[in-house]
């Protein structure tokens, strides 16, 4: 008995699954999925087979030709589920499982045609990363175990069924519609991804199109016209782009993530959808993760950051190279030097957040009994963006980069550990080991000293003003990324006279870019300014990115005046939250005693 990966039942001394065939029909009446997986495995095995399962109802347990198996489902653990364990006869190339899932899956969230832009028909997306693939299929849920599937879901006729992988084919018959996708490339469990809905595309590329619904598309064609471009200096980066198609979908709002990159087809929250192009590093991010995440990719959720931290390097490098968000002509670094300041200031909070557990202030956490959700945080994204930085500069930036494209060629298709990647760097690049101490980056906690720090003009221009509010004409020049940072460097509490001349100068409470009134709305909720409480309300009733969800309610709940307002914010806003963010402001809550 072997388990390696604290977050799934798998034992590395059973058959291991090497294709999915799966079917499910998507019934929005009783939100649950009616469905069959099919699981064949890369050598016929015999003896017990332990699959991860959250809240599903196991009807059956066959053999692929049909014999019946005998199974139980153990006790769920809270955090991992309930262990499936399947009993195969001598040499078993493959099991059938027919299942339903519970209307509450963790990894799905059921929309009423209300909660849609079109107000007209319902909508279903799956979000499976770190470990809620379980809760839809039962599975070898870690990434250790790479998958291909073929998939046929059946949905009612007016809808669409959109995977993460290539499209085969749809059939309609009567009420409903087959739709039939592949997936040839083998891919970790928690990329599994579909979406349900009124869903129509525009072509951006011989590559790309953006999915959303009608009400939506030509917005966000317009936003992510740059896809293209992106993805050609992808390539010349980080070489040939793995999975044929880079597809887009526009979500919901209730979307709980900027973005998740499913293979093929990146998931988006709407709020990137600013009007100016300012935040389609978004894009790039999930982008990058095409190589670093979903062709090489973490063992499991302890060591995250080979995921984040090297997609939060390789997005800036895009952006680098493209010249800024949105093509803007930025060509001298200024605008990653920003965002490396707000991935700063971002982390510095978080470890602050985490004093008391500096063991989740490591890249390589150790995360036995934690859920990865509750993990979460800036630190595998932005500590592990600054290792990467502290490596490049002691070797150079030609050497640092050939080294990431030997890194991609070694482990494609491949996971690996934090431990197995410093072993590798040890032999591959031996001369920034000698001056990087990488124990101290990859098991040690904080942020070891002389981290490379973001340097930049217009950076300098706004610690200048310390504060003070900026001239109009100032003002004016600035993109959202320097108002974000002007905005998170006022002192909590800022003086009344101060937010309302904030506001009334420079409109924050109408911005139509979020970070930048997410940004406003927190040191207005921090500084007890009523007139923006209207506003914190709405966003809070129609956002559900917990980027923005978590610094709101905290900010209500910290301070005693509107705590009783969070938690009636939350009571009425609840069930229009994925389960995952209703789980993540719950714990926000309760810490605030809220
Ligand atoms: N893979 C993540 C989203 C994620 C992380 C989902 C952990 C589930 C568990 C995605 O690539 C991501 O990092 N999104 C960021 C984008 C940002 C760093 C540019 C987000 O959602 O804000
Ligand atoms: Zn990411």
Same mark, same amino acid.
């Given at each position: 008995?072997?388990r &390696? ?11 291991e699954? %090497? ?18 997986? %099919? ?30 198996? !005998? ?17 195969l006869?001598e ?20 929309l009423? *045609? ?44 007016r ?54 619904? *009608? ?21 010349? &980066? ?6 044929e198609?880079?597809? $887009? ?6 979307f *709980?993530?900027?973005?998740? !990159?499913n293979?093929?087809l ?35 959720? !302890? ?31 200024? %605008?990653?030097?920003?965002?490396a300041a ?8 978080d470890?602050?957040q985490f ?27 932005e500590?592990?963006? $600054? ?23 070694a482990?494609?298709f491949?996971? $690996?550990?934090?431990? %197995?990647?410093a ?31 973001p340097?930049s003009?217009? $950076? ?8 003070? &509010?900026?001239d ?12 974000? &940072?002007?905005?998170e ?6 003086p ?10 420079f ?18 909720? @921090?500084?007890?300014?009523a007139?923006?409480l209207?506003r914190?309300? @709405? ?21 005693p ?34």
């Amino acid at each position: 008995m072997a388990r &390696l990966d604290p977050h799934s039942w798998n034992d590395t001394t059973q058959p291991e699954t %090497e294709r999915l065939t799966w079917r499910a029909k998507v019934d929005f009446a009783t939100r649950t999925l009616e469905a069959e997986a %099919e699981l064949t495995f890369r050598l016929p095995g015999a003896g017990s087979l332990d699959l991860d399962t959250r809240d599903l109802a196991i009807a059956s347990v066959s053999t692929s030709d049909g014999k019946p198996l !005998e199974f139980m489902v153990a006790a769920p653990d809270p955090i991992l589920g309930a262990r499936l364990r399947v009993i195969l006869p001598e040499a078993t190339a493959g099991i059938r499982i027919r299942y339903r899932t519970a209307p509450g899956a963790s990894a799905l969230q059921w929309l009423t *045609p209300a909660q849609t832009a079109g107000g007209e028909h319902p909508y279903l997306f799956s979000q499976c990363q770190a470990i809620h693939a379980r809760s839809v299929v039962p599975l070898q849920d870690t990434p250790r175990i790479r998958i291909r599937y073929r998939a046929e879901l059946t949905v009612p006729v007016r809808l669409r069924a959109l995977m993460a992988a290539a499209f085969v084919g749809r059939e309609e018959r009567g009420a409903v519609a087959v739709e039939r996708w592949e997936m040839p490339q083998p891919i970790p469990p928690y990329l599994f991804a579909f979406a349900v809905g009124d869903l129509v595309s525009r072509d951006l590329g011989a590559r790309s199109r953006v999915w959303a619904e *009608p009400a939506v598309v030509e917005r966000a064609a317009w936003e992510f016209a740059t896809v293209d471009a992106m993805l050609h200096t992808a390539e010349e &980066l980080f070489g040939p782009y793995p999975w044929e198609r880079f597809d $887009l979908l526009t979500m919901p709002p209730s979307f *709980p993530y900027g973005g998740m !990159e499913n293979p093929r087809l990146t998931f988006l929250t709407p709020t990137l959808l600013a009007g100016d192009r300012s935040l389609v590093n978004v894009v790039a991010h999930e982008l990058a993760h095409s190589w670093t995440g979903n062709l090489v990719s973490n063992a499991s959720a !302890e060591h995250f950051w080979l995921n984040e931290g090297f997609t939060v390097f390789a997005e800036r490098r895009i952006v680098e190279a493209l010249g800024g968000v949105g093509g803007g002509g930025d060509s001298d670094g200024e %605008e990653v030097a920003l965002q490396a300041a707000i991935g700063r200031r971002d982390l510095d909070r978080d470890l602050e957040q985490f004093r008391d557990r500096p063991d989740l202030t490591r890249l390589r956490t150790h995360l036995e009994g934690i859920d990865p959700d509750e993990a979460f945080s800036r630190v595998p994204y932005e500590k592990g963006y $600054l290792f990467l930085r502290t490596l490049e500069e002691s070797v150079g930036r030609a050497a640092f980069s050939a080294f990431l494209r030997r890194y991609i060629d070694a482990f494609r298709f491949q996971t $690996l550990t934090s431990e %197995e990647f410093a072993a590798w760097l040890a032999k591959e690049l031996p001369e920034a080991v000698a001056q990087v101490d990488v124990a101290a980056w990859i098991d040690g906690p904080g942020i070891p000293a002389g981290a490379p720090a973001p340097r930049s003009a217009r $950076l300098d221009a706004i610690a200048r003003l310390d504060g003070r &509010l900026p001239d109009d004409a100032t003002a004016r020049a600035w993109t959202p990324t320097e108002w974000q &940072l002007f905005l998170e460097s006022l002192a909590r509490p800022s003086p009344q006279e101060t937010c309302r001349a904030l506001d009334q100068r420079f409109q924050l409470t109408a911005s139509g870019n979020h970070e930048v009134l997410v940004a406003w709305l927190v040191v207005a909720a @921090e500084s007890g300014y009523a007139p923006a409480l209207p506003r914190i309300e @709405e966003v809070l009733a129609s956002v559900g990115r917990m980027k923005y969800l978590k610094p709101l309610y905290t900010a209500l709940a910290k301070a005693p005046s509107t705590r009783d307002l969070a938690r009636r914010c939350f009571a009425r806003c609840r069930d229009g939250y994925h389960p995952i963010a209703q789980q993540v402001i719950e714990a926000v809550l309760q810490q605030h005693h809220a």
